[in-house]
């Protein structure tokens, strides 16, 4: 069986001069036999739980379950005005953290491609979306891009962090980001490959260290980084600048660095910040007393 | 003739659709230790085929260690009274087995180097009939039902099925077949598992088509055929 790669479908979309998202719809109808209003339909229902999700992540505190986290999201929301990175950077990282957030408190996301990386995707498109006026339509179109990118890793590496670390996890949902939010903006789709090999290789390495094991911290801040680290390939390939690396072999080095990454720093709780002093005495307490630590668990 | 390879593994493994990268609706926070955990509770309640009195949970490896705080517990409970992984009750789901009358005890296991890193033991009792189910989540939100009843088992409930549980005697899997064929239902997979020859048989067919009822009641005449239950599929698989 051939491989997905993105380089195969970029071609036949510059060949065709048509976008991305028109394509890979029309492949998915072909693969699934669901027409493609369907498709369109589903989709907008997911980005409309997207849309939900981080009203309320922004809205209000949100404690985790186990009482570790929560008001990231909102904390950064309610500051916005004072940002000194300029707005907004620091709006995509605070919805993207706030829909975090409301997955770690147990409530309804849509997993992006995961539920600890859910933030990062309607974090970076919503933004895109409200700050240059695009359309709920266009932004569906383009998660359809998203997904597509994420099928192409899923089978070349892996979305997993327990397979490839947080570089598979949070770095493959900003590859995903940046790549639909290049073609909301108008991008070319060889704009799209160069936006996804740059998200992937600034997070290139990055381990998953869970604190307690639980998708909280650093978990939640990554995905407010993610976000961040999607805007700004966006712009890194709408001004002209190319990736070195294609972005298929970006992914199959991804895979690999993933694949000699220690156990430890993949999802086990046994590396990373997880295993720092502070770390291991959370997840001593939460083991010992159950869930909703106190604040001052130190 | 050396013997044919053996496939690592015979879980069908599905082409992704774009909707499991964009996707599924879920309550978090994790796909394996929530998600899954729901559909481990959903695939216990299928193969016992009734409403439930009582439920023993019991958490092992990291279901145990980060259960409480990936509100594993909650999930399983969830999935035994039937919500899907997105309902939004799951986070009072000790409340809602409450109000349904469902007595639930959940033990936190600790390690055993035995079973997957998320496994999680249900003991279902209604009168005098009780089922133990061994089931792991493997990622994703996909799960596998690994032991019913000391069976061997590799039910996934992503398909419509049934299960029967029939004397080990010839005869019985075509009178099963042949009642689905007559129904016009396609078989997809079929597995029997046996303890020992002679033993009884526990045979989990899932199929394309969801299974008419009256399937149950034609098969439950066969003085071999002891026990039918038609599974239900995964709501949001397509």
Not at chain 1, 155 to 164: D, I, Q, V
């Amino acid at each position: 069986m051939n491989r997905l790669s993105l380089s195969e479908i970029v071609s036949l979309a510059e060949q065709e001069n048509r976008s991305l998202s028109g394509l890979i719809k029309e492949r998915e109808s072909a693969d699934t036999g669901v027409s493609i209003e369907e498709l369109t339909d589903k989709m907008k229902k997911m980005y409309e739980i997207m849309l939900e999700v981080y009203q309320q992540g922004v809205e209000s505190d949100n404690r985790s379950v186990s009482g570790l986290t929560g008001g990231e999201g909102w904390r950064l929301m309610k500051y916005i005005h004072d940002a000194k990175s300029g707005g907004i950077y620091a709006e995509a990282a605070a919805r993207a953290m706030g829909i975090s957030n409301i997955n770690a408190s147990m409530g309804r996301i849509v997993a992006a491609p995961t539920a600890g990386s859910c933030g990062i995707i309607p974090g970076c498109l919503i933004t895109l979306a409200r700050e240059h006026g695009k359309s709920s339509d266009e932004v569906v179109d383009c998660l359809f891009t998203a997904a597509y990118i994420g099928k192409v890793i899923a089978e070349n590496a892996s979305l997993s962090g327990a397979e490839g670390g947080c570089q598979a996890e949070c770095g493959s949902a900003a590859a995903m980001a940046a790549g639909a939010g290049v073609e909301l903006c108008g991008g070319t789709p060889k704009q799209v490959s160069h936006a996804v090999a740059f998200a992937l290789k600034a997070v290139m390495g990055l381990v998953c260290d869970p604190v307690a094991g639980l998708v909280e911290s650093p978990c939640i801040k990554r995905n407010g980084f993610g976000a961040v680290q999607a805007l700004l390939s966006v712009d890194m390939a709408l001004a002209g600048i190319e990736s070195v690396i294609p972005a298929d072999e970006v992914i199959l080095a991804m895979n690999e660095v993933g694949r000699v990454m220690p156990v430890s720093m993949k999802e086990t709780a046994e590396g990373g910040i997880a295993a720092a002093p502070t770390g291991r005495k959370i997840a001593e307490y939460l083991q010992n007393s159950g869930a909703c630590c106190p604040k001052r668990y130190k | 003739m050396p013997p044919k390879r053996q496939p690592k593994t015979d879980i069908v493994v599905k082409i992704m659709n774009l909707f499991e990268i964009i996707g599924p609706v879920m309550t978090g926070p994790s796909s394996s230790h929530t998600a899954g955990a729901v559909r481990i509770g959903n695939a216990a309640l299928n193969l016992f085929g009734k409403k439930p009195e009582e439920a023993v949970i019991k958490l092992y490896n990291s279901f145990s260690k980060t259960g409480k705080g990936h509100g594993t517990d909650k999930a399983l409970i969830a999935g035994l009274l039937g919500f899907a992984p997105d309902d939004v009750r799951i986070i009072n789901a000790s409340r809602e087995a409450e109000n349904a009358g469902l007595k639930i005890s959940v033990e936190f296991m600790g390690n055993n180097p035995d079973y997957h890193a998320n496994t999680a033991e249900i003991i279902l009792y209604h009168g005098s009939e009780k089922m133990v189910v061994l089931g792991k989540s493997i990622g994703g939100g996909r799960i596998v039902i690994t032991q019913v009843d000391g069976y061997e088992t590799k039910y996934t409930g992503e398909y419509h099925g049934l299960m029967t549980i029939h004397d080990d005697v010839p005869g019985v899997v075509s009178v099963v077949t042949g009642c689905l064929a007559q129904m016009g239902v396609n078989i997809a997979f079929m597995r029997m598992y046996r303890k020992r020859k002679g033993s009884k048989v526990m045979m989990i067919i899932d199929t394309d088509n969801p299974i008419p009822p009256a399937v149950k009641d034609i098969l439950s005449n066969n003085r071999h055929i002891y026990k039918t239950v038609i599974l239900p599929r995964n709501e949001d698989e397509e």
